[in-house]
């Protein structure tokens, strides 16, 4: 499969925005204003219950708010990519800052 993100992480708009301004850009297409992530703001929270937005075969952690914020859907989502897309590299393609 291709995964299509017009941001430069994993995440996008669920990338906090802290960790936006952290993340080097050069030769970025986007300016980090454009990044989907600064428009969010720390502890906002989805407003989807994470029984709704989970993989089914990728349990929340123990703990996660019932609404998740945006730092803990981040961190699944990456959690996720972790577990299941970086230890083969052809299992999926990323095409990263890529709109469609």
């Not at 960790?19 to 720390?42: E, I, R, Y």
């Not at 709704?52 to 019932?66: A, V, Y």
């Not at 897309?85 to 709109?99: A, H, T, V």
């Amino acid at each position: 499969p291709v995964l299509f993100e017009a941001a430069k992480t994993i995440g996008g708009a669920w990338t906090p925005s802290s960790a936006v301004l952290q993340t080097p850009s050069p030769g970025n297409k986007q300016n980090d204003d454009d990044h989907p992530a600064s428009k969010m703001w720390s502890g906002m929270r989805t407003n989807l219950s994470k029984y709704t937005c989970q993989f089914t075969d990728f349990p929340w952690p123990e703990g996660t708010s019932t609404f998740p914020t945006v730092e803990e859907m981040h961190d699944y989502l990456q959690s996720y990519s972790d577990t299941f897309l970086q230890d083969d590299p052809s299992s999926c393609e990323f095409l990263m800052q890529c709109r469609v």
